[in-house]
């Protein structure tokens, strides 16, 4: 399947909820309770205080957060229908193309490159992060039974999963968003059955536990702040669990009405994953949260428990099975586990679709290496984009599975900072995008994003400033992800300079120049 044979187009068989389920699928809500409730329970302020009460309060905050940048990129979809897989890179450049000044066109190429560096920052390493999850999640379930993967066999999960995700990505977006549909199906409904036997146990209340020992006394101690430097805290970490709603705008070439149908996506699937599944879900695990939970040494119980154990939520299953399901809290427990791994694929396969597809288009620019551009025969996929980003996801979640706690963390961040880049880049641009024109909303085309720009930054900036501050491991994270993300700027620009001066483009070009060609 040579360069010189033509290719395919993509296939235009998604409909809302195709757009949909593909967008939710990177949530992921049944994976990210399960992995970072526990960070969220050991969560403290610069002072070593616990922030843990605010946690359900966080999440609103991260959600409002989410909601002002879904509805930049819902905007933007709608503004611009025909951008294919470019998405937040398509978007940069017809922002200012579209402008009337040449001036301000001169900018459409930077844009697109700066753009463009931050989704692939997210996009491509994410997936690999997931990797790692997976890994990490297997080990777990397999130590249950008193089996101990060593390293090695925790690397060989780790490139199996990636390959796994890649044979699904690589035979089409139709076969993904069926993968999506079953993934959010399946974890949805063990959230309801967790949930709702969470709220049970602490209404029935099987083990006896004292008024004082439950640690929130009331329903309304989880959803009213306790202190705006925890909620703030506890933002920075549930702003991590709520991005992907973006990734549905990476589908407009494959979906039959795009103008319609990608902007209802994007809030469509940060509405049901947000609202309804995270806010019930961290409502009922609070809710059932108490000193009975005990550490494995005993040492510890209640939200300290949380805090210290691996998989909280799975302690809490046991707890819960053990309470309504006649003793079988173990078994349910693993059926918990079993939903994650599956949420887990769902995330990384969704995330995987998304970042090819942006390369595909940049390749298609002559942005990126011609491979990247290469469209399968049958299935009418970016395959050779799949084959390189199966092999980085394997790479970088055996280095997050080699480096333990301290490289998962730092390739998070990296992946993190990428995001809220790309976010606070795609607010601007529906400023640039709107300002001056026909269809300007001072709301929704200046407010609105121009909140998104400052609240992006603010939590990166916090995320990083809090890592730095804390000391030890978490410090050691921060910079590595600081050096990843440093690293891997350098080579785009040294690559994005390098092409342009080949091709003959110029990365500012002259403003009589654009305007002869107008």
């Known amino acids: 399947m040579s360069s010189e044979t033509p290719s395919p187009n993509m296939k235009k068989t998604l409909g809302l909820t195709g757009v949909t389920v593909n967008a939710m699928a990177l949530i992921a809500p049944g994976a990210f309770l399960w992995m970072t409730y526990q960070l969220q329970a050991a969560n403290t302020d610069v002072s070593g205080k616990s922030t843990a009460l605010d946690m359900w309060t966080g999440i609103v905050i991260a959600l409002i957060i989410a909601f002002l940048t879904a509805f930049a990129f819902a905007e933007l979809a709608r503004r611009y229908p025909n951008a294919g897989s470019g998405s937040a890179y398509y ?111 602490r209404v029935k209340n099987p083990l006896g536990v004292s008024p004082s020992g439950w640690y929130h006394p009331a329903a ?160 009418a996929t970016p395959f050779a984009g799949v084959i390189i980003m199966v092999i980085v996801s394997a790479l970088i979640g055996s280095i997050g599975v080699i480096g333990g706690v301290m490289t998962l963390t730092g390739i998070t961040l990296a992946s993190n900072l990428g995001t809220f880049a790309l976010y606070a880049l795609i607010c601007a641009l529906t400023v640039v995008a709107f300002a001056g024109g026909k269809e300007f909303n001072l709301l929704k085309h200046g407010i609105i994003p121009a909140l998104g720009v400052i609240t992006n930054i603010v939590m990166v900036l916090a995320i990083f400033i809090i890592g730095i501050r804390s000391g030890g491991i978490s410090a050691e994270a921060t910079y590595l992800a600081l050096g990843v993300s440093a690293g891997w700027l350098v080579i785009s620009v040294i690559y994005f300079i390098v092409t342009s001066s080949r091709s003959g483009k110029a990365i500012l070009p002259a403003t009589t120049v654009i305007g002869s060609n107008d």
Not at 139 to 157: E, N, R, S
Not at 230 to 238: K, P, R, V
Not at 240 to 256: C, D, N, Q, R, Y
Not at 320 to 344: E, H, P, Q, R, S
């Open 91 to 201: 978007f940069a450049e017809k922002a200012f193309l579209d402008r009337e000044k040449p001036e301000h066109r001169r900018f459409a190429r930077i844009a697109k490159f700066i753009t463009g560096w931050a989704a692939h920052l997210f996009y491509w390493v994410y997936p690999g992060v997931m990797v790692a999850f997976f890994a990490v999640l297997a080990t777990y379930i397999a130590g249950q039974f008193g089996l101990v993967i060593p390293i090695w066999g925790q690397i060989v999960i780790a490139c199996a999963f990636s390959a796994l995700v890649g044979y699904i990505a690589m035979r089409g977006i139709t076969g993904s968003t069926t993968a999506s549909i079953a993934i959010n199906i399946i974890q949805l409904s063990a959230l309801v059955v967790f949930s709702v036997l969470a709220i049970m146990f």
């Open 220 to 379: 309304t101690s989880i959803v009213l702040p306790h202190n705006l430097a925890g909620m703030l805290f506890q933002s920075t970490i549930a702003m991590l669990i709520l991005v992907g709603f973006e990734s549905s705008t990476a589908l407009s070439a494959e979906a039959k009405n795009p103008k319609r149908d990608i902007p209802r996506g994007v809030i469509l699937s940060l509405a049901i994953q947000g609202l309804f599944a995270y806010l019930f879900e961290y409502f009922a695990a609070n809710y059932a949260l108490s000193d009975k939970l005990v550490s494995a040494d005993g040492a510890l119980k209640g939200i300290a428990a949380a805090a210290a154990s691996g998989a909280p939520i799975g302690d809490m299953a046991v707890q819960i099975g053990n309470a309504f399901l006649g003793g079988n809290g173990f078994a349910f427990m693993l059926v918990i586990a079993f939903t994650v791994a599956i949420a887990i694929l769902g995330t990384t396969l969704a995330a995987m679709n998304t970042g090819v597809r942006i390369s595909f288009a940049m390749a298609q620019d002559s942005e990126m290496p011609d491979v990247m551009g290469l469209l399968h025969d049958k299935y």
